[in-house]
Structures are given as C-alpha cells and as structure tokens.
C-alpha cells in the first residue's frame, strides 16, 4: 500500500489537505501527509493552521489559505492546476524543503548529540 500511495502522490497535479481547527479546539500539528506529498515532489495545498505554516511556505514551496473558507481553497486550487510553472516551483521547492529540514540521517544525529 505505501508504494501504491507513492506512485499516486508522484502521479498527482496536487495535494489538498484543508485543515480546520474543531470546535473543540483540535487540530493538526504538521501533518506527516503533508510532508509525505512534498517529498515526493507534489505540490500542496493547505490551511494556515498550527504548524503547517512551519512546514509549507506560501507561494514558496506550496499554497495555503485561511481555514474554512472554501472559497478561497477553490480558488488556490484553479491557479495551481491552471499554471504549470508554479507547479512545477512548487514541486521542487517542496522537495528540497522537505529534504532539507526533515532529513532522518540529520535529524539521528542531532538526536545522538542531545545524547552525548
């Protein structure tokens, strides 16, 4: 199945996840699915909720808007399936982000140094 989700993420225009905070108060920290999709290079498109502003970066290496406001999603949407240029900036600067800045062997060893 997780090959099966990865040829799907690299097959696809985008990645819509359109977090909201509940009622209640939940919400998404930054989403693993987030990270997955830009490290296969697909483009996002998200909420400015919690931390995903940390992880996805507007107009630099992924597309966010206000949290229930469809309106606007739909409109990030069109202009990402619409302009095969911010497609493709998107998807590399969503690549190299995620390689970046969540790379495991970097992130073992600044775990092995807390440790030390």
Known sequence: KQEQVRRLLHAARGFVLPSVVTE????????????????????????????????????????????GHAEQLANALQELLADDALTLRLSVSARAAVERDFDIGIEAGKLASAWA
């Open 24 to 67: 209640r108060g939940d919400r998404d920290g930054i989403p693993v699915a987030l990270m997955e999709a830009m490290a296969c290079g697909t483009p996002v498109l998200s909420t400015r909720v919690s931390g995903i502003p940390e992880l996805v970066l507007h107009g630099v290496n992924g597309l966010l808007v206000e949290p």
